[in-house]
């Protein structure tokens, strides 16, 4: 008959945030206890900005529908290709003034 033993391992602490308590989420823990009725979040508009459950009303850019969304696209469109048309016209003049300053 072989023998063996058995190390049994040291056993970790929890690390730091580990401990949480049994109804806390991550960033916005919940109150332990009854709901009532009232307890349910009731927002009528739109809701954006903030952590969880804020009520921030959404405003500035993209805060509504633009009216003509094809039409944005195609000048969104028209102005990249124009920003890579320009970068590479840079690209281009960069390499050529090296290229006649070797000369």
């Known amino acids: 008959m072989t023998a063996f033993t058995v190390t049994r391992l040291k056993r970790r602490g929890p690390r730091k945030g580990e401990t949480m308590q049994r109804n806390s989420q991550h960033g ?11 307890d349910s979040q009731t927002a009528s508009h739109a809701v954006g900005g903030g952590k969880g459950l804020t009520i921030t009303r959404q405003t500035g850019i993209g805060a509504s529908m ?11 469109a028209s102005t990249y290709a124009a ?15 090296a290229l006649l300053a070797t000369v």
């Open 66 to 76: 633009v009216r003509d969304l094809d039409a944005v696209k195609r000048r969104a």
């Open 83 to 97: 920003d890579r048309r320009a970068a590479a016209r840079e690209r281009m003049e960069e390499k050529l003034d």
């Open 28 to 38: 916005r823990g919940q109150a332990l206890g009854a709901v009532s009725g009232g």
